[in-house]
Each structure stands twice: as C-alpha cells, then as structure tokens.
C-alpha cells in the first residue's frame, strides 16, 4: 500500500515557524485529497488543511493566515509551513492520503510549542 512519512516536527517557541513535509511512496497527484490532521492529547483529531488534485485547498479556521500547505512536485511532498505558532498548536501532526475510497496515514510527527 501507499506510504506516508512525515518530518520537520521539533519543539519551537511562541510566535515560531516550522514546516512539516510529506513524502509519499506512490506520486501525490494519485490521491484525491492530501492533507494534514492534528491531535493534541487529551483532544480528537482534527483536520488541519487540505489540497486536491486538482489544487483546492482548505484550512481550519484556527490556521487560517498562518498556516500554509503546499506541493513540491520535484520532491513528490506535500508540505505545510506554520507560522505565528502557539501553545494550543501543540499537537502529533499526521499527513493523509485519500483515494478510491482508501485512507492512508503516516506515523505523525510531534510539534511541540512552548518558551
């Protein structure tokens, strides 16, 4: 099957960058949607953004304006740069791959927010 692996978690402080890549065993314009989840503990997984085949992208309302996705066709990632990070942005962050009805999920890399 598709296989995912994340990369680029790490602690980071307030106010902070870091960007998260995605790389895919299988070409990325294979999936019908790409994105990323987050879970933080304690909390549900929840949807971070996404990008389609076609280019579509979607965010959640608490990254809007912060946080980036994006594709590196030479590198067949999808990546997601976060900016302006925060405390409660501390989370496991996991790609996903959706086709033909099949999720596909890496491990998740830890992003860890605190001075």
């Known amino acids: 099957q598709v296989q995912l692996a994340e990369s680029g978690g790490g602690l980071v402080q307030p106010g902070g960058s870091l960007r998260l890549s995605c790389a895919a065993s299988?070409?990325?314009?294979?999936?019908?949607?790409m994105g990323w989840h987050r879970q933080a503990p304690g909390q549900q997984r929840k949807l971070v953004a996404t990008i389609t085949r076609g280019g579509n992208i979607n965010y959640a309302d608490s990254v809007k304006g912060r946080f980036t996705i994006s594709r590196d066709n030479a590198k067949n990632t999808v990546d997601l740069q976060m900016n302006s990070l925060q405390p409660e942005d501390t989370a496991v962050y996991s790609c996903?791959?959706?086709?033909?009805?099949?999720?596909?999920w890496g491990k998740g890399t830890l992003v860890t927010v605190s001075s």
């Open positions: 996903r791959g959706w086709r033909w009805g099949t999720n596909y």
């Open positions: 299988e070409s990325i314009f294979s999936m019908d949607v």
